[in-house]
Protein backbone atom coordinates (compact mmCIF):
# COMPACT_ATOMS: atom_id res chain seq x y z
CA UNK A 1 0.00 0.00 0.00
CA UNK A 2 1.12 3.94 -0.83
CA UNK A 3 2.43 5.62 1.88
CA UNK A 4 0.60 8.67 1.29
CA UNK A 5 2.78 10.70 3.56
CA UNK A 6 5.81 9.73 1.98
CA UNK A 7 6.69 12.38 -1.21
CA UNK A 8 8.44 11.92 -4.23
CA UNK A 9 9.91 13.37 -7.43
CA UNK A 10 7.77 14.97 -10.01
CA UNK A 11 8.29 15.38 -13.83
CA UNK A 12 9.57 18.56 -12.76
CA UNK A 13 12.25 17.16 -10.30
CA UNK A 14 10.15 18.70 -7.27
CA UNK A 15 9.61 16.97 -3.71
CA UNK A 16 5.86 16.09 -3.83
CA UNK A 17 3.10 14.47 -2.20
CA UNK A 18 0.99 13.78 -5.40
CA UNK A 19 -2.59 13.29 -3.08
CA UNK A 20 -2.42 16.75 -2.00
CA UNK A 21 -2.37 19.80 -3.91
CA UNK A 22 -2.40 23.44 -3.12
CA UNK A 23 -3.79 26.20 -6.03
CA UNK A 24 -0.90 28.02 -4.86
CA UNK A 25 1.60 25.37 -6.02
CA UNK A 26 -0.62 25.02 -8.83
CA UNK A 27 0.20 28.56 -9.90
CA UNK A 28 3.77 28.36 -9.19
CA UNK A 29 3.85 25.25 -11.79
CA UNK A 30 1.92 26.66 -14.54
CA UNK A 31 4.53 29.78 -14.31
CA UNK A 32 7.26 27.39 -14.44
CA UNK A 33 5.56 25.39 -17.43
CA UNK A 34 5.34 28.72 -19.01
CA UNK A 35 8.88 30.24 -18.68
CA UNK A 36 10.01 26.51 -19.95
CA UNK A 37 8.32 26.79 -23.25
CA UNK A 38 9.10 30.57 -24.09
CA UNK A 39 12.07 29.32 -25.98
CA UNK A 40 10.01 27.43 -28.29
CA UNK A 41 6.94 29.97 -28.62
CA UNK A 42 9.51 32.30 -29.64
CA UNK A 43 10.72 30.20 -32.86
CA UNK A 44 7.46 28.47 -33.60
CA UNK A 45 4.87 31.21 -32.38
CA UNK A 46 1.88 31.11 -30.82
CA UNK A 47 -0.73 31.78 -33.29
CA UNK A 48 -0.95 29.31 -35.90
CA UNK A 49 -3.74 28.47 -37.42
CA UNK A 50 -2.12 24.90 -39.14
CA UNK A 51 -0.09 22.51 -38.68
CA UNK A 52 3.45 24.27 -39.73
CA UNK A 53 5.48 23.13 -42.85
CA UNK A 54 8.01 21.92 -40.81
CA UNK A 55 5.62 19.58 -38.84
CA UNK A 56 3.86 18.61 -41.79
CA UNK A 57 7.42 17.23 -43.45
CA UNK A 58 9.07 16.09 -40.13
CA UNK A 59 5.66 13.97 -39.56
CA UNK A 60 4.96 12.93 -43.11
CA UNK A 61 3.06 9.82 -44.23
CA UNK A 62 5.23 7.60 -45.65
CA UNK A 63 5.42 7.95 -50.04
CA UNK A 64 5.09 4.39 -50.14
CA UNK A 65 2.76 2.78 -47.32
CA UNK A 66 3.32 -0.69 -46.53
CA UNK A 67 0.16 -0.96 -45.02
CA UNK A 68 -3.41 -0.53 -46.64
CA UNK A 69 -4.90 2.61 -47.17
CA UNK A 70 -8.79 2.93 -45.77
CA UNK A 71 -11.35 5.03 -45.36
CA UNK A 72 -13.99 6.17 -43.48
CA UNK A 73 -17.32 8.49 -44.64
CA UNK A 74 -19.13 10.58 -42.95
CA UNK A 75 -23.38 9.49 -42.52
CA UNK A 76 -25.18 12.19 -41.36
CA UNK A 77 -27.16 10.96 -38.30
CA UNK A 78 -24.56 8.73 -37.45
CA UNK A 79 -21.63 10.01 -37.50
CA UNK A 80 -20.39 12.70 -34.35
CA UNK A 81 -17.19 14.67 -33.71
CA UNK A 82 -15.91 13.90 -29.91
CA UNK A 83 -13.15 15.97 -28.49
CA UNK A 84 -11.00 14.79 -25.53
CA UNK A 85 -10.14 17.30 -22.77
CA UNK A 86 -10.35 20.67 -24.69
CA UNK A 87 -9.50 22.46 -21.43
CA UNK A 88 -6.60 24.95 -20.53
CA UNK A 89 -4.12 22.34 -18.90
CA UNK A 90 -3.61 21.36 -22.24
CA UNK A 91 -4.06 24.00 -24.63
CA UNK A 92 -3.48 27.17 -22.71
CA UNK A 93 0.25 28.61 -21.93
CA UNK A 94 -1.64 29.09 -18.43
CA UNK A 95 -2.01 25.08 -18.51
CA UNK A 96 0.45 23.15 -16.40
CA UNK A 97 1.65 20.95 -18.55
CA UNK A 98 2.40 23.86 -21.36
CA UNK A 99 6.27 22.87 -20.65
CA UNK A 100 5.90 20.04 -22.43
CA UNK A 101 2.81 19.70 -24.82
CA UNK A 102 3.58 23.53 -25.89
CA UNK A 103 6.11 22.73 -28.45
CA UNK A 104 3.61 20.26 -30.06
CA UNK A 105 0.31 22.21 -29.75
CA UNK A 106 1.92 25.13 -31.48
CA UNK A 107 3.64 23.32 -34.35
CA UNK A 108 0.18 21.18 -34.86
CA UNK A 109 -1.82 24.44 -34.78
CA UNK A 110 -4.00 22.22 -32.15
CA UNK A 111 -6.00 25.11 -30.74
CA UNK A 112 -6.97 26.82 -34.02
CA UNK A 113 -7.51 23.47 -35.49
CA UNK A 114 -10.07 22.29 -33.32
CA UNK A 115 -12.00 25.02 -33.22
CA UNK A 116 -12.35 24.86 -37.20
CA UNK A 117 -13.93 21.51 -36.16
CA UNK A 118 -16.71 22.84 -34.01
CA UNK A 119 -17.33 25.21 -36.53
CA UNK A 120 -17.84 23.08 -38.88
CA UNK A 121 -19.60 20.23 -37.01
CA UNK A 122 -22.25 23.18 -35.70
CA UNK A 123 -22.84 24.24 -38.94
CA UNK A 124 -23.40 20.79 -40.62
CA UNK A 125 -25.70 19.67 -37.46
CA UNK A 126 -23.18 17.23 -36.39
CA UNK A 127 -23.59 15.91 -32.76
CA UNK A 128 -20.84 17.08 -30.90
CA UNK A 129 -19.58 15.13 -27.63
CA UNK A 130 -16.67 16.01 -25.21
CA UNK A 131 -15.37 13.51 -22.78
CA UNK A 132 -13.44 15.74 -20.49
CA UNK A 133 -10.63 14.63 -17.96
CA UNK A 134 -11.33 15.83 -14.21
CA UNK A 135 -9.86 15.13 -10.82
CA UNK A 136 -12.03 15.22 -7.41
CA UNK A 137 -10.76 15.36 -4.24
CA UNK A 138 -11.34 11.96 -3.26
CA UNK A 139 -9.32 11.20 -6.44
CA UNK A 140 -6.09 12.02 -4.65
CA UNK A 141 -6.87 8.87 -2.41
CA UNK A 142 -6.16 6.54 -5.13
CA UNK A 143 -3.31 3.76 -3.60
CA UNK A 144 -1.82 3.40 -7.00
CA UNK A 145 -0.86 5.19 -9.99
CA UNK A 146 1.01 5.13 -13.12
CA UNK A 147 3.30 7.42 -14.02
CA UNK A 148 1.81 9.81 -15.63
CA UNK A 149 -1.48 9.79 -13.44
CA UNK A 150 0.92 10.48 -10.26
CA UNK A 151 2.02 13.16 -12.12
CA UNK A 152 -1.24 14.48 -13.18
CA UNK A 153 -1.53 14.01 -9.16
CA UNK A 154 0.98 15.99 -8.31
CA UNK A 155 0.80 18.93 -10.48
CA UNK A 156 -3.15 19.61 -9.69
CA UNK A 157 -3.61 19.02 -13.31
CA UNK A 158 -7.47 19.02 -14.13
CA UNK A 159 -7.91 19.58 -10.07
CA UNK A 160 -11.91 20.59 -9.23
CA UNK A 161 -13.14 20.98 -5.66
CA UNK A 162 -16.15 18.30 -6.37
CA UNK A 163 -18.67 16.87 -8.66
CA UNK A 164 -21.08 19.25 -7.37
CA UNK A 165 -18.77 21.83 -6.46
CA UNK A 166 -17.90 25.04 -9.46
CA UNK A 167 -16.04 26.82 -7.36
CA UNK A 168 -12.97 28.09 -8.84
CA UNK A 169 -13.81 26.49 -11.77
CA UNK A 170 -14.13 29.36 -14.27
CA UNK A 171 -11.03 30.07 -15.89
CA UNK A 172 -9.12 27.01 -14.31
CA UNK A 173 -6.88 24.47 -16.03
CA UNK A 174 -10.13 22.32 -15.55
CA UNK A 175 -11.84 24.77 -17.36
CA UNK A 176 -12.97 24.87 -21.69
CA UNK A 177 -10.30 26.80 -23.63
CA UNK A 178 -12.35 30.70 -23.58
CA UNK A 179 -12.67 30.27 -27.51
CA UNK A 180 -14.46 26.67 -27.30
CA UNK A 181 -17.27 27.63 -24.60
CA UNK A 182 -19.31 29.14 -27.38
CA UNK A 183 -19.42 25.66 -29.01
CA UNK A 184 -19.31 23.66 -25.62
CA UNK A 185 -21.59 25.57 -23.54
CA UNK A 186 -24.42 26.29 -26.50
CA UNK A 187 -26.94 23.42 -24.51
CA UNK A 188 -26.65 21.21 -27.60
CA UNK A 189 -23.22 19.95 -27.15
CA UNK A 190 -22.86 16.55 -24.77
CA UNK A 191 -20.71 16.81 -22.40
CA UNK A 192 -19.71 13.71 -21.05
CA UNK A 193 -18.67 12.85 -17.66
CA UNK A 194 -15.35 12.83 -16.87
CA UNK A 195 -12.76 10.10 -17.78
CA UNK A 196 -10.02 9.38 -15.07
CA UNK A 197 -7.28 7.86 -16.73
CA UNK A 198 -7.17 7.51 -20.26
CA UNK A 199 -9.73 6.01 -21.99
CA UNK A 200 -13.65 6.26 -21.93
CA UNK A 201 -14.44 3.03 -20.33
CA UNK A 202 -14.97 4.91 -16.63
CA UNK A 203 -17.51 7.51 -18.46
CA UNK A 204 -20.63 7.47 -20.37
CA UNK A 205 -19.65 8.31 -24.25
CA UNK A 206 -20.50 4.90 -25.71
CA UNK A 207 -23.72 5.64 -23.75
CA UNK A 208 -24.38 8.96 -24.89
CA UNK A 209 -23.82 7.90 -28.69
CA UNK A 210 -25.06 4.51 -28.75
CA UNK A 211 -28.23 6.10 -27.44
CA UNK A 212 -28.49 8.60 -30.27
CA UNK A 213 -27.57 6.07 -32.91
CA UNK A 214 -23.78 7.33 -33.97
CA UNK A 215 -21.00 4.69 -35.04
CA UNK A 216 -19.07 6.28 -36.81
CA UNK A 217 -16.58 9.18 -34.85
CA UNK A 218 -14.18 11.80 -36.03
CA UNK A 219 -11.97 12.50 -32.99
CA UNK A 220 -9.73 15.25 -31.90
CA UNK A 221 -8.07 16.85 -28.83
CA UNK A 222 -5.56 16.16 -26.40
CA UNK A 223 -3.11 14.22 -25.45
CA UNK A 224 -2.28 12.44 -29.05
CA UNK A 225 -0.78 8.87 -27.61
CA UNK A 226 -2.85 9.05 -24.13
CA UNK A 227 -6.30 10.50 -24.02
CA UNK A 228 -7.01 10.88 -27.64
CA UNK A 229 -4.91 7.45 -28.70
CA UNK A 230 -7.23 5.87 -25.19
CA UNK A 231 -10.48 7.15 -26.91
CA UNK A 232 -9.54 5.23 -30.05
CA UNK A 233 -8.94 2.06 -29.19
CA UNK A 234 -11.59 2.17 -27.02
CA UNK A 235 -14.39 3.45 -29.41
CA UNK A 236 -12.83 0.51 -32.19
CA UNK A 237 -13.45 -1.83 -29.53
CA UNK A 238 -16.49 -1.27 -29.11
CA UNK A 239 -17.80 -1.48 -32.58
CA UNK A 240 -17.27 2.36 -33.74
CA UNK A 241 -15.48 3.73 -36.89
CA UNK A 242 -12.91 6.63 -36.01
CA UNK A 243 -10.84 8.78 -37.95
CA UNK A 244 -8.35 10.91 -36.15
CA UNK A 245 -8.08 13.90 -37.47
CA UNK A 246 -3.92 14.25 -36.94
CA UNK A 247 -3.37 17.71 -36.99
CA UNK A 248 -6.31 18.37 -34.34
CA UNK A 249 -4.45 17.03 -31.21
CA UNK A 250 -0.52 16.82 -29.82
CA UNK A 251 1.60 15.09 -27.90
CA UNK A 252 4.09 16.09 -24.84
CA UNK A 253 7.77 16.06 -26.00
CA UNK A 254 10.24 14.58 -22.90
CA UNK A 255 13.40 12.71 -22.52
CA UNK A 256 11.26 9.44 -22.96
CA UNK A 257 9.95 10.21 -26.29
CA UNK A 258 7.85 12.15 -28.70
CA UNK A 259 3.93 11.47 -27.79
CA UNK A 260 2.49 12.94 -30.56
CA UNK A 261 5.07 11.09 -33.05
CA UNK A 262 4.34 7.80 -30.85
CA UNK A 263 0.89 8.26 -31.80
CA UNK A 264 0.61 8.89 -35.27
CA UNK A 265 2.84 5.88 -35.95
CA UNK A 266 -0.34 4.02 -34.28
CA UNK A 267 -3.35 6.27 -35.85
CA UNK A 268 -2.09 5.29 -38.90
CA UNK A 269 -2.01 1.20 -37.67
CA UNK A 270 -5.41 1.34 -36.59
CA UNK A 271 -7.87 4.06 -36.96
CA UNK A 272 -10.20 3.86 -39.93
CA UNK A 273 -9.29 7.48 -40.96
CA UNK A 274 -6.30 9.61 -40.32
CA UNK A 275 -6.98 13.09 -41.70
CA UNK A 276 -5.56 16.72 -41.62
CA UNK A 277 -8.34 19.55 -40.23
CA UNK A 278 -8.77 21.11 -43.44
CA UNK A 279 -10.06 17.43 -45.15
CA UNK A 280 -11.81 16.91 -42.24
CA UNK A 281 -13.88 20.47 -42.06
CA UNK A 282 -14.73 19.61 -46.05
CA UNK A 283 -15.96 16.29 -45.51
CA UNK A 284 -17.85 17.69 -42.40
CA UNK A 285 -19.28 20.43 -44.74
CA UNK A 286 -19.99 18.15 -47.75
CA UNK A 287 -22.26 15.78 -45.44
CA UNK A 288 -24.05 18.64 -44.17
Known sequence: MKNHNHPHTDACGCDVTPERVDMARRRLMA?????????????????????????????????TPGLPQIDMDIVPGRTALVV??????????????????????????????????????????????ISPH??????????????????MHAIGMFDRLGPLNLDNFEGSGADWMPQYKKYI????????????????????????MRKRGIDKVILAGMSANLCTQAHLYELLELGYEVAVVRDATAGAKVPEGDGY??????????????WWTDEAVERISNSA
Not at 135 to 141: E, K
Not at 142 to 148: H, R, S, V, Y
Not at 188 to 203: G, L
Request: aromatic residues 10%; proline residues 4%; negative net charge.
Open 261 to 274: LAAIINFRMVANGV
Open 31 to 63: GAAGAAAAGAAAITGTTATAATDEARVYYADPE
Open 134 to 151: YYYPHDHDWQFEGTLEAT
Open 185 to 208: EDGKTVVCSPHKVYSPAQNDLNLQ
Open 84 to 129: TDPQIDFLSEDGVTWGVVGESVTEQGTVDNIEKLFIAAKAAGMPVF
